[in-house]
């Protein structure tokens, strides 16, 4: 049977949750930790005096090397609802597959049950961000169906509707007022209601990123209804990056109250969208206290959830950056190295612009 069919009646009473059900059985606890001890910092020291030093030894020649190293592909024998729903439209691009172990499944009432998008773990959360593709037309209703159904309180958005002349983006959300979706020839109908908008005012001195938070209330079938934030960074380029400060960390620190997943995409939801998935990763590790694991390994372990995460070396680099920036800003690492992290933001630079 095609992803696109409507549901029949093929499962029991008992059987069939509702959405909102299947949301409270997956709520984990945000990674909200107290004030640390100075026993605790101390240890939080070490631990990140260990990852620096493995970033500074390394350089952004040799992680540019290390990601290089790491190949691109596309197993389709993994992709299989993927490679179905092409023939209906619901993929943005045929070579960003989707796949089958952690895909976000559409359930009942919905009449479909694919969508382009994945469950991507955290250390302690194993279902922090839904990465997903940019909604197209024909999917919108699909999109906001999966927010109401996963009980999404913030999402992401880090692509624009057109770039270089481009579509990446279909409108699915309200400037103003609303905006109304429907499927399964107008039976299923989500409504989109515009609250307020504003530009971000960051703390961080010299951050200039463009980021609008939009307040949206959503209404769907059964009474469903959810009220979430919507961040749309405007200025991050295709394929590139922003300047390597702590915007996507006072985002993220926002974000990580959210109990539900963070809804993260950009055009594929795999360059821009893995990039703030793994900065989150270690930002995971390093307020738990935990071991902050090679930042090669990171990646892969996203990769295997949501296909060829992070696309290219910049957008690796940038990863290692902010956080660099982030350990040196809150004074965590040595002053004394201080110096050689000069010398990688100046190497870096070289390579990312």
């Not at 990056?241 to 993260?264: C, T, W």
């Not at 995460?309 to 004394?336: A, G």
Request: glycine content about 6%.
């Amino acid at each position: 049977m095609s992803t696109d069919n409507k549901r029949g009646k093929r499962t029991s009473r008992h059987e069939r949750r509702t959405a909102e059900e299947r949301s409270k059985n997956n709520s984990v606890k945000t990674c909200q930790p107290d004030a640390p001890t100075n026993g605790e910092r101390k240890a939080q020291r070490k631990l990140i005096t260990k990852f620096v030093g493995r970033t500074l030894e390394k350089g952004p020649t040799g992680l540019r090397a290390e990601f290089q190293g790491m190949k691109r592909s596309n197993d389709f024998g993994k992709m299989k609802a993927f490679k179905e729903a092409q023939e209906f439209g619901r993929n943005r691009y045929k070579d960003v597959g989707c796949l089958d172990n952690c895909r976000v499944k559409l359930t009942t009432p919905w009449p479909n049950e694919y969508i382009h998008a994945n469950y991507v773990s955290t250390p302690n959360n194993p279902k922090r961000f839904i990465c997903t593709q940019a909604p197209l037309e024909k999917t919108c209703a699909d999109f906001w169906f999966m927010c109401l159904q996963e009980r999404v309180e913030t999402i992401f958005m880090l692509c624009n509707f057109t770039e270089k002349g481009t579509k990446k983006c279909h409108e699915y959300f309200p400037k103003s007022d609303s905006l109304t979706f429907e499927e399964g020839g107008g039976e299923f109908k989500i409504v989109v209601k515009f609250e307020n908008s504003k530009n971000v005012k960051f703390k961080g001195k010299g951050i200039k990123a463009n980021v609008v938070e939009t307040q949206l209330t959503v209404e769907g079938p059964n009474d469903m209804s959810i009220k979430l934030t919507h961040l749309h960074w405007i200025d991050w380029p295709d394929r590139g990056v922003p300047p390597a400060d702590l915007a996507i960390i006072e985002l993220l620190n926002k974000a990580r109250q959210s109990k539900g997943p963070i809804a993260v995409h950009c055009s594929a939801g795999i360059g821009r969208t893995g990039s703030v998935v793994m900065i989150e990763y270690i930002m995971e590790q390093m307020l738990s206290n935990q071991q902050i694991d090679d930042t090669d390994k990171i990646m892969l372990k996203i990769r295997e959830q949501r296909n060829n995460s992070v696309q290219t070396d910049h957008q690796y680099l940038f990863v290692h950056q902010v956080i660099m920036n982030y350990f040196r800003f809150r004074k965590l690492f040595d002053p004394t190295i201080e110096a050689l992290h000069d010398d990688f933001t100046k190497n870096y630079l070289k390579l990312v612009i």
